[in-house]
Protein backbone atom coordinates (compact mmCIF):
# COMPACT_ATOMS: atom_id res chain seq x y z
CA UNK A 1 0.00 0.00 0.00
CA UNK A 2 2.78 2.46 0.79
CA UNK A 3 4.67 1.97 -2.52
CA UNK A 4 1.48 2.49 -4.50
CA UNK A 5 0.99 5.37 -2.57
CA UNK A 6 4.10 7.05 -3.80
CA UNK A 7 3.61 5.79 -7.63
CA UNK A 8 -0.16 7.25 -6.94
CA UNK A 9 1.51 10.99 -5.19
CA UNK A 10 3.98 10.84 -8.19
CA UNK A 11 6.58 12.84 -5.28
CA UNK A 12 9.91 12.69 -7.74
CA UNK A 13 12.16 12.36 -4.60
CA UNK A 14 10.18 9.21 -2.80
CA UNK A 15 10.11 7.55 -6.42
CA UNK A 16 13.25 7.52 -7.08
CA UNK A 17 14.39 6.28 -3.23
CA UNK A 18 12.01 3.89 -3.02
CA UNK A 19 12.62 2.10 -6.86
CA UNK A 20 16.15 1.74 -6.04
CA UNK A 21 14.94 0.13 -2.91
CA UNK A 22 13.00 -2.14 -4.47
CA UNK A 23 15.66 -2.62 -7.50
CA UNK A 24 17.79 -4.12 -5.12
CA UNK A 25 15.13 -6.86 -3.19
CA UNK A 26 15.29 -10.60 -4.44
CA UNK A 27 11.64 -10.76 -4.05
CA UNK A 28 9.69 -10.67 -7.70
CA UNK A 29 6.72 -8.46 -6.35
CA UNK A 30 9.18 -5.89 -5.13
CA UNK A 31 10.92 -6.41 -8.88
CA UNK A 32 7.82 -5.75 -10.46
CA UNK A 33 7.12 -2.55 -8.02
CA UNK A 34 10.77 -1.46 -9.36
CA UNK A 35 9.56 -1.51 -12.70
CA UNK A 36 6.48 0.23 -12.20
CA UNK A 37 7.84 3.32 -10.77
CA UNK A 38 10.41 3.74 -13.76
CA UNK A 39 7.88 3.59 -15.78
CA UNK A 40 5.45 6.36 -13.72
CA UNK A 41 2.85 8.03 -15.91
CA UNK A 42 4.07 11.43 -14.97
CA UNK A 43 7.50 10.74 -17.37
CA UNK A 44 5.42 9.54 -20.26
CA UNK A 45 3.58 11.59 -22.92
CA UNK A 46 0.22 10.78 -23.73
CA UNK A 47 0.26 8.54 -27.30
CA UNK A 48 3.65 9.30 -27.12
CA UNK A 49 7.07 6.73 -28.23
CA UNK A 50 7.40 3.52 -26.65
CA UNK A 51 11.28 2.93 -26.68
CA UNK A 52 12.49 -0.54 -27.30
CA UNK A 53 13.45 -1.06 -23.60
CA UNK A 54 10.23 0.51 -22.42
CA UNK A 55 8.32 -2.04 -25.04
CA UNK A 56 9.89 -4.81 -23.20
CA UNK A 57 9.30 -4.16 -19.64
CA UNK A 58 5.48 -2.87 -20.77
CA UNK A 59 4.93 -6.81 -22.16
CA UNK A 60 6.80 -8.75 -19.35
CA UNK A 61 4.23 -6.97 -16.98
CA UNK A 62 1.68 -7.44 -19.13
CA UNK A 63 2.96 -11.58 -18.47
CA UNK A 64 3.47 -10.98 -15.39
CA UNK A 65 1.00 -12.30 -12.27
CA UNK A 66 0.25 -8.86 -10.29
CA UNK A 67 -1.56 -7.97 -7.23
CA UNK A 68 -4.05 -5.76 -6.93
CA UNK A 69 -2.25 -2.40 -6.55
CA UNK A 70 -0.10 -3.25 -9.41
CA UNK A 71 -2.35 -4.57 -11.75
CA UNK A 72 -3.89 -0.43 -10.94
CA UNK A 73 -0.34 1.16 -11.07
CA UNK A 74 0.15 -0.69 -14.84
CA UNK A 75 -3.42 0.82 -16.06
CA UNK A 76 -1.89 4.16 -15.60
CA UNK A 77 1.13 3.64 -17.40
CA UNK A 78 -0.81 1.68 -20.56
CA UNK A 79 -3.21 5.28 -20.12
CA UNK A 80 0.47 7.54 -20.59
CA UNK A 81 1.22 5.58 -23.54
CA UNK A 82 -2.00 5.79 -25.20
CA UNK A 83 -3.56 2.35 -24.65
CA UNK A 84 -6.56 3.48 -23.37
CA UNK A 85 -8.80 0.47 -24.32
CA UNK A 86 -6.10 -1.64 -21.96
CA UNK A 87 -5.89 0.58 -19.23
CA UNK A 88 -9.93 0.49 -18.51
CA UNK A 89 -9.83 -3.41 -18.93
CA UNK A 90 -7.45 -3.20 -15.81
CA UNK A 91 -9.24 -1.18 -13.85
CA UNK A 92 -13.14 -2.85 -15.05
CA UNK A 93 -10.82 -6.24 -14.09
CA UNK A 94 -10.04 -5.25 -10.00
CA UNK A 95 -13.76 -3.43 -9.59
CA UNK A 96 -15.21 -6.43 -10.91
CA UNK A 97 -13.15 -8.88 -9.52
CA UNK A 98 -13.37 -7.97 -5.75
CA UNK A 99 -15.92 -6.34 -4.46
CA UNK A 100 -14.63 -5.23 -1.22
CA UNK A 101 -15.63 -1.81 -0.86
CA UNK A 102 -11.52 -0.23 -0.39
CA UNK A 103 -10.74 -2.30 -3.25
CA UNK A 104 -13.96 -0.93 -5.46
CA UNK A 105 -12.79 2.30 -4.84
CA UNK A 106 -9.21 2.04 -5.35
CA UNK A 107 -10.49 0.54 -8.97
CA UNK A 108 -12.68 3.80 -9.40
CA UNK A 109 -9.83 5.90 -8.26
CA UNK A 110 -7.50 4.15 -10.75
CA UNK A 111 -9.80 4.53 -13.64
CA UNK A 112 -10.16 8.06 -12.60
CA UNK A 113 -6.41 8.73 -12.34
CA UNK A 114 -6.45 6.91 -15.98
CA UNK A 115 -9.14 9.55 -17.58
CA UNK A 116 -7.32 12.09 -16.40
CA UNK A 117 -3.87 10.88 -17.70
CA UNK A 118 -6.01 11.06 -21.06
CA UNK A 119 -7.00 14.56 -20.56
CA UNK A 120 -10.90 13.86 -20.03
CA UNK A 121 -11.19 15.51 -16.71
CA UNK A 122 -15.20 14.98 -16.68
CA UNK A 123 -14.74 11.43 -16.89
CA UNK A 124 -12.10 11.42 -14.10
CA UNK A 125 -14.08 13.26 -12.03
CA UNK A 126 -17.08 10.68 -12.55
CA UNK A 127 -15.06 8.14 -11.40
CA UNK A 128 -13.51 9.64 -8.66
CA UNK A 129 -16.78 10.67 -7.13
CA UNK A 130 -17.32 7.05 -7.46
CA UNK A 131 -14.40 6.19 -5.41
CA UNK A 132 -15.61 8.43 -2.74
CA UNK A 133 -18.69 7.42 -2.42
CA UNK A 134 -17.99 4.18 -2.23
CA UNK A 135 -15.28 4.51 0.61
CA UNK A 136 -17.66 6.49 2.10
CA UNK A 137 -20.12 3.74 2.95
CA UNK A 138 -17.84 2.31 5.06
CA UNK A 139 -17.73 3.46 8.60
CA UNK A 140 -15.14 5.54 9.56
CA UNK A 141 -13.54 3.21 12.66
CA UNK A 142 -13.26 0.87 9.83
CA UNK A 143 -11.91 3.07 7.05
CA UNK A 144 -8.58 3.56 5.43
CA UNK A 145 -8.13 7.23 6.37
CA UNK A 146 -5.51 7.87 4.74
CA UNK A 147 -6.38 6.43 1.26
CA UNK A 148 -10.21 8.65 1.92
CA UNK A 149 -7.96 11.43 2.50
CA UNK A 150 -6.05 10.81 -0.92
CA UNK A 151 -9.37 10.28 -2.58
CA UNK A 152 -10.46 13.73 -1.86
CA UNK A 153 -6.87 15.25 -2.58
CA UNK A 154 -7.06 13.96 -6.27
CA UNK A 155 -10.99 15.40 -6.57
CA UNK A 156 -9.20 18.58 -6.11
CA UNK A 157 -6.49 17.81 -8.88
CA UNK A 158 -8.94 16.93 -10.62
CA UNK A 159 -11.02 19.74 -10.55
CA UNK A 160 -7.85 22.19 -10.85
CA UNK A 161 -6.55 20.46 -13.88
CA UNK A 162 -10.51 21.00 -15.55
CA UNK A 163 -10.49 25.05 -14.49
CA UNK A 164 -6.71 25.03 -15.70
CA UNK A 165 -7.84 23.82 -19.25
CA UNK A 166 -11.61 26.06 -18.90
CA UNK A 167 -10.39 29.22 -17.38
CA UNK A 168 -6.48 29.27 -17.94
CA UNK A 169 -3.91 29.39 -15.43
CA UNK A 170 -4.62 33.07 -14.26
CA UNK A 171 -7.91 31.60 -13.20
CA UNK A 172 -6.30 28.55 -11.13
CA UNK A 173 -3.88 30.49 -9.12
CA UNK A 174 -6.40 33.46 -8.62
CA UNK A 175 -9.06 30.88 -7.10
CA UNK A 176 -6.29 28.62 -5.20
CA UNK A 177 -5.11 31.87 -3.53
CA UNK A 178 -8.43 33.29 -2.88
CA UNK A 179 -9.29 29.57 -0.83
CA UNK A 180 -6.16 30.30 1.19
CA UNK A 181 -6.59 33.70 2.37
CA UNK A 182 -10.63 32.79 2.84
CA UNK A 183 -8.71 30.15 4.99
CA UNK A 184 -6.44 32.78 7.03
CA UNK A 185 -3.36 30.72 5.00
CA UNK A 186 -2.23 34.00 4.65
CA UNK A 187 1.95 33.32 4.25
CA UNK A 188 0.46 30.74 1.39
CA UNK A 189 -1.87 32.81 -0.37
CA UNK A 190 0.98 35.31 -0.73
CA UNK A 191 2.83 32.63 -2.30
CA UNK A 192 0.68 31.88 -4.81
CA UNK A 193 -0.34 35.13 -5.58
CA UNK A 194 3.61 35.85 -6.26
CA UNK A 195 3.61 33.06 -8.23
CA UNK A 196 1.02 34.44 -10.71
CA UNK A 197 2.21 37.64 -11.01
CA UNK A 198 5.74 36.13 -11.69
CA UNK A 199 4.66 34.21 -14.37
CA UNK A 200 2.18 36.57 -15.79
CA UNK A 201 5.23 38.80 -16.09
CA UNK A 202 7.49 35.66 -17.97
CA UNK A 203 4.62 34.61 -20.08
CA UNK A 204 3.52 38.07 -21.34
CA UNK A 205 3.30 37.56 -25.04
CA UNK A 206 2.58 33.83 -25.18
CA UNK A 207 -0.20 31.77 -26.87
CA UNK A 208 -2.29 29.72 -24.72
CA UNK A 209 -2.26 26.00 -25.67
CA UNK A 210 -4.51 22.89 -25.43
CA UNK A 211 -2.86 20.67 -22.29
CA UNK A 212 -3.18 17.11 -22.50
CA UNK A 213 -2.54 16.11 -19.23
CA UNK A 214 -2.00 17.82 -15.34
CA UNK A 215 1.83 16.72 -16.05
CA UNK A 216 2.09 19.03 -19.21
CA UNK A 217 5.39 20.50 -19.19
CA UNK A 218 3.83 23.65 -21.00
CA UNK A 219 1.22 24.06 -18.03
CA UNK A 220 3.31 27.00 -16.47
CA UNK A 221 3.54 28.68 -19.84
CA UNK A 222 0.50 30.21 -20.15
CA UNK A 223 -0.77 33.91 -20.87
CA UNK A 224 -2.53 35.11 -17.45
CA UNK A 225 -4.87 37.69 -18.31
CA UNK A 226 -4.58 41.28 -16.96
CA UNK A 227 -7.56 41.17 -14.84
CA UNK A 228 -5.85 38.16 -12.36
CA UNK A 229 -2.84 40.39 -12.13
CA UNK A 230 -4.89 43.49 -11.01
CA UNK A 231 -6.78 41.68 -8.11
CA UNK A 232 -3.92 39.80 -6.97
CA UNK A 233 -1.72 42.80 -7.03
CA UNK A 234 -4.74 44.43 -4.08
CA UNK A 235 -5.11 40.62 -2.52
CA UNK A 236 -1.95 39.74 -2.17
CA UNK A 237 -1.45 43.20 -0.01
CA UNK A 238 -4.16 42.39 1.86
CA UNK A 239 -2.85 39.29 3.07
CA UNK A 240 0.36 41.00 4.57
CA UNK A 241 -1.72 42.93 7.08
CA UNK A 242 -2.44 40.44 9.37
CA UNK A 243 0.83 39.12 8.90
CA UNK A 244 2.06 42.90 10.14
CA UNK A 245 3.77 43.30 6.99
CA UNK A 246 2.90 46.79 6.70
CA UNK A 247 5.72 48.33 4.83
CA UNK A 248 5.94 45.70 2.43
CA UNK A 249 1.77 45.91 1.75
CA UNK A 250 2.49 49.84 1.70
CA UNK A 251 4.99 49.15 -0.79
CA UNK A 252 2.82 46.77 -3.32
CA UNK A 253 0.15 48.86 -3.78
CA UNK A 254 2.04 51.69 -5.36
CA UNK A 255 1.18 50.69 -8.70
CA UNK A 256 -2.39 49.56 -8.29
CA UNK A 257 -2.66 52.71 -6.52
CA UNK A 258 -2.08 55.05 -9.14
CA UNK A 259 -2.29 53.41 -12.53
CA UNK A 260 -6.20 53.43 -13.88
CA UNK A 261 -7.02 50.12 -13.12
CA UNK A 262 -10.56 48.55 -11.70
CA UNK A 263 -9.42 47.80 -8.22
CA UNK A 264 -7.29 51.20 -8.02
CA UNK A 265 -10.07 52.58 -5.97
CA UNK A 266 -9.61 49.50 -3.08
CA UNK A 267 -6.09 49.74 -3.58
CA UNK A 268 -6.14 53.75 -2.14
CA UNK A 269 -8.42 52.00 0.65
CA UNK A 270 -6.26 49.87 1.59
CA UNK A 271 -3.56 52.35 1.77
CA UNK A 272 -5.77 54.03 4.47
CA UNK A 273 -6.45 51.31 6.36
CA UNK A 274 -2.28 50.84 6.57
CA UNK A 275 -2.02 54.54 7.49
CA UNK A 276 -4.28 53.76 10.57
CA UNK A 277 -3.31 50.28 11.61
CA UNK A 278 0.33 50.63 11.26
CA UNK A 279 1.19 54.09 11.79
CA UNK A 280 -2.15 55.75 13.29
CA UNK A 281 -1.50 58.42 10.99
CA UNK A 282 -5.32 59.66 10.74
CA UNK A 283 -4.73 62.28 8.12
CA UNK A 284 -2.59 60.72 6.03
CA UNK A 285 -5.62 57.76 6.15
CA UNK A 286 -8.23 60.33 5.25
CA UNK A 287 -6.27 61.82 2.27
CA UNK A 288 -6.54 57.97 1.05
CA UNK A 289 -10.02 57.60 1.47
CA UNK A 290 -10.57 60.43 -0.09
CA UNK A 291 -8.71 59.78 -3.34
CA UNK A 292 -10.44 56.62 -3.03
CA UNK A 293 -13.58 58.16 -3.45
CA UNK A 294 -12.64 60.57 -6.04
CA UNK A 295 -11.60 56.99 -8.58
CA UNK A 296 -14.85 56.02 -7.49
CA UNK A 297 -16.73 59.42 -8.49
CA UNK A 298 -15.01 59.24 -11.64
CA UNK A 299 -17.18 56.90 -14.00
CA UNK A 300 -14.63 55.98 -16.95
CA UNK A 301 -15.64 53.77 -19.52
CA UNK A 302 -14.49 50.27 -18.91
CA UNK A 303 -10.63 49.29 -19.71
CA UNK A 304 -11.00 46.28 -22.57
CA UNK A 305 -7.30 45.21 -21.37
CA UNK A 306 -8.96 44.38 -17.84
CA UNK A 307 -12.24 42.46 -19.26
CA UNK A 308 -13.21 38.88 -17.94
CA UNK A 309 -12.18 36.45 -20.42
CA UNK A 310 -15.91 35.60 -22.61
CA UNK A 311 -15.11 31.66 -20.94
CA UNK A 312 -15.05 32.49 -17.48
CA UNK A 313 -17.73 35.45 -16.80
CA UNK A 314 -20.50 32.91 -15.37
CA UNK A 315 -18.27 31.21 -13.84
CA UNK A 316 -16.37 34.72 -12.05
CA UNK A 317 -19.69 36.55 -11.94
CA UNK A 318 -20.06 38.74 -8.53
CA UNK A 319 -23.39 38.05 -6.51
CA UNK A 320 -26.05 40.19 -7.81
CA UNK A 321 -26.13 42.22 -5.29
CA UNK A 322 -24.72 43.95 -2.46
CA UNK A 323 -26.70 43.01 0.56
CA UNK A 324 -29.22 40.37 1.00
CA UNK A 325 -32.14 39.44 3.83
CA UNK A 326 -31.60 35.85 5.52
CA UNK A 327 -34.31 33.57 6.71
CA UNK A 328 -34.77 35.54 9.38
CA UNK A 329 -34.97 38.75 7.88
CA UNK A 330 -31.37 39.28 8.75
CA UNK A 331 -28.95 41.52 6.63
CA UNK A 332 -25.94 39.52 4.93
CA UNK A 333 -23.61 41.11 3.03
CA UNK A 334 -21.95 40.03 0.08
CA UNK A 335 -19.38 37.60 0.05
CA UNK A 336 -17.47 36.55 -2.83
CA UNK A 337 -16.56 32.97 -3.25
CA UNK A 338 -12.74 32.67 -4.30
CA UNK A 339 -13.58 31.86 -7.82
CA UNK A 340 -15.66 35.35 -8.13
CA UNK A 341 -14.49 38.49 -9.38
CA UNK A 342 -15.99 41.89 -8.36
CA UNK A 343 -15.03 45.29 -9.54
CA UNK A 344 -15.57 48.50 -10.97
CA UNK A 345 -15.92 47.25 -14.56
CA UNK A 346 -17.63 43.97 -14.19
CA UNK A 347 -19.93 44.13 -10.39
CA UNK A 348 -22.80 46.88 -10.55
CA UNK A 349 -22.38 47.53 -6.66
CA UNK A 350 -18.65 47.87 -6.41
CA UNK A 351 -18.52 51.11 -6.38
CA UNK A 352 -21.37 51.66 -3.65
CA UNK A 353 -19.83 49.17 -1.34
CA UNK A 354 -16.26 50.44 -2.03
CA UNK A 355 -17.62 54.49 -1.16
CA UNK A 356 -19.43 53.47 1.83
CA UNK A 357 -16.23 51.86 3.32
CA UNK A 358 -14.19 54.24 2.77
CA UNK A 359 -16.45 57.48 3.49
CA UNK A 360 -17.07 55.80 6.66
CA UNK A 361 -13.51 55.67 6.98
CA UNK A 362 -13.12 58.73 6.48
CA UNK A 363 -15.42 59.65 8.87
CA UNK A 364 -13.69 57.63 12.00
CA UNK A 365 -10.52 59.53 10.80
CA UNK A 366 -12.52 63.18 11.37
CA UNK A 367 -13.30 61.74 14.70
CA UNK A 368 -10.05 60.76 15.19
CA UNK A 369 -8.59 64.43 14.90
CA UNK A 370 -11.70 65.69 17.03
CA UNK A 371 -13.26 67.03 13.53
CA UNK A 372 -16.94 66.39 15.30
CA UNK A 373 -19.40 68.44 12.86
CA UNK A 374 -17.24 66.86 9.68
CA UNK A 375 -16.93 62.94 11.55
CA UNK A 376 -20.95 63.07 11.49
CA UNK A 377 -21.46 64.89 7.98
CA UNK A 378 -19.65 62.18 6.17
CA UNK A 379 -21.59 59.15 7.70
CA UNK A 380 -24.41 59.55 5.69
CA UNK A 381 -22.82 57.67 3.61
CA UNK A 382 -24.55 54.41 5.66
CA UNK A 383 -27.98 56.05 5.68
CA UNK A 384 -27.99 56.70 1.49
CA UNK A 385 -26.28 53.60 0.30
CA UNK A 386 -27.93 51.22 2.92
CA UNK A 387 -31.66 50.87 3.12
CA UNK A 388 -32.05 48.55 6.33
CA UNK A 389 -29.87 51.54 8.08
CA UNK A 390 -32.12 54.06 6.93
CA UNK A 391 -35.78 52.65 8.12
CA UNK A 392 -33.87 51.60 11.28
CA UNK A 393 -32.90 55.41 11.78
CA UNK A 394 -36.35 57.03 10.56
CA UNK A 395 -38.04 55.03 13.07
CA UNK A 396 -35.48 55.97 15.82
CA UNK A 397 -34.36 52.44 16.44
CA UNK A 398 -30.85 51.03 17.13
CA UNK A 399 -28.74 51.50 13.98
CA UNK A 400 -25.16 51.76 12.34
CA UNK A 401 -25.83 55.40 11.68
CA UNK A 402 -27.27 56.18 15.24
CA UNK A 403 -24.67 54.43 17.05
CA UNK A 404 -21.42 56.30 15.08
CA UNK A 405 -23.16 59.66 15.40
CA UNK A 406 -24.20 59.04 18.96
CA UNK A 407 -20.39 58.02 20.03
CA UNK A 408 -19.07 60.88 17.93
CA UNK A 409 -20.96 63.42 19.97
CA UNK A 410 -20.51 62.07 23.17
CA UNK A 411 -16.85 61.67 22.61
CA UNK A 412 -16.45 57.82 22.56
CA UNK A 413 -17.83 54.18 20.62
CA UNK A 414 -18.18 51.45 22.44
CA UNK A 415 -15.37 52.89 24.91
CA UNK A 416 -16.40 55.54 26.82
CA UNK A 417 -15.33 59.06 26.80
CA UNK A 418 -13.13 58.23 29.93
CA UNK A 419 -12.19 55.08 29.20
CA UNK A 420 -10.79 55.95 25.43
CA UNK A 421 -8.89 59.34 27.44
CA UNK A 422 -6.51 55.57 28.94
CA UNK A 423 -5.04 55.34 25.32
CA UNK A 424 -3.04 57.58 23.64
CA UNK A 425 -1.54 57.68 20.43
CA UNK A 426 -1.53 54.47 18.64
CA UNK A 427 -3.16 52.62 21.08
CA UNK A 428 -5.65 54.85 21.12
CA UNK A 429 -6.51 54.64 17.17
CA UNK A 430 -6.41 50.65 16.94
CA UNK A 431 -9.09 50.52 20.23
CA UNK A 432 -11.02 53.04 17.78
CA UNK A 433 -10.97 50.89 14.55
CA UNK A 434 -12.36 48.28 17.04
CA UNK A 435 -14.92 50.11 18.40
CA UNK A 436 -15.85 51.42 14.81
CA UNK A 437 -16.24 47.27 13.76
CA UNK A 438 -17.87 46.27 16.80
CA UNK A 439 -20.99 49.60 16.31
CA UNK A 440 -21.64 47.96 13.16
CA UNK A 441 -21.79 44.92 14.23
CA UNK A 442 -19.17 44.06 11.98
CA UNK A 443 -17.69 41.07 14.89
CA UNK A 444 -15.02 39.46 12.95
CA UNK A 445 -13.13 42.54 11.97
CA UNK A 446 -13.56 43.47 15.43
CA UNK A 447 -12.14 40.96 16.88
CA UNK A 448 -9.20 41.37 14.67
CA UNK A 449 -8.88 44.85 15.89
CA UNK A 450 -8.71 44.09 19.56
CA UNK A 451 -6.64 41.16 19.02
CA UNK A 452 -3.74 43.06 17.06
CA UNK A 453 -3.99 45.78 20.02
CA UNK A 454 -3.64 42.98 22.93
CA UNK A 455 -0.82 41.69 20.79
CA UNK A 456 1.38 44.73 19.69
CA UNK A 457 0.76 46.73 23.36
CA UNK A 458 -0.66 44.97 25.94
CA UNK A 459 3.01 45.61 27.57
CA UNK A 460 2.95 49.05 27.07
CA UNK A 461 -0.40 50.35 28.47
CA UNK A 462 -1.36 50.81 32.27
CA UNK A 463 -3.25 47.73 33.38
CA UNK A 464 -6.43 49.94 33.89
CA UNK A 465 -6.23 50.78 29.61
CA UNK A 466 -5.59 46.93 29.65
CA UNK A 467 -8.59 45.62 31.38
Same mark, same amino acid.
Given at each position: ???????????????????????????????????????????????????????????????????????????????????? @??? #?? $??????? %? *?????? +?? &? !???????????????????????? @??? #?? $??????? %? *?????? +?? &? !???????????????????????? @????????????????????????????????????????????????????????????????????????????????????????????????????????????????????????????????????????????????????????????????????????????????????????????????????TEAIADLDVITELDPDDAKLTARHMPSNYLRLRDGFTSGGLYASDRELAEFKGLPRVLLLIGDFAFEQEQWGEADLAYERLHRRFSEAINERALG
Amino acid at each position: LGTYRIFCDQDQHELSDEARRLAKSQDQADQVWAALLTLRPEQASVAGPVDATMAKTLAALAAATLDVRQVLARAQILAAHGRL @AEA #VA $DCDLIGQ %R *DPTPSV +RA &L !AADALARVYLIVGRPTDSAHWEEI @AIS #VL $DQVPPEY %R *DAVTFE +RL &L !AFKQRIADFDDLRTHGLGFLLYRI @ANQQRALKQYDEAVTTYDRLLELAARNAGKHAVVLESPSDPRRDDQPIEAVYVAASSVYRARCLFPLARYAEAHKALREPSAAVNPYQAEALRCLGDIALEWKGDAAAAAAAYSRALDVLADERPMDPRFAVPERSRTRTDAPPAMREHGDFGNIAWARLDPDRICNADNCGWYRDFERLQSQSKRALCAFISNRTTEAIADLDVITELDPDDAKLTARHMPSNYLRLRDGFTSGGLYASDRELAEFKGLPRVLLLIGDFAFEQEQWGEADLAYERLHRRFSEAINERALG
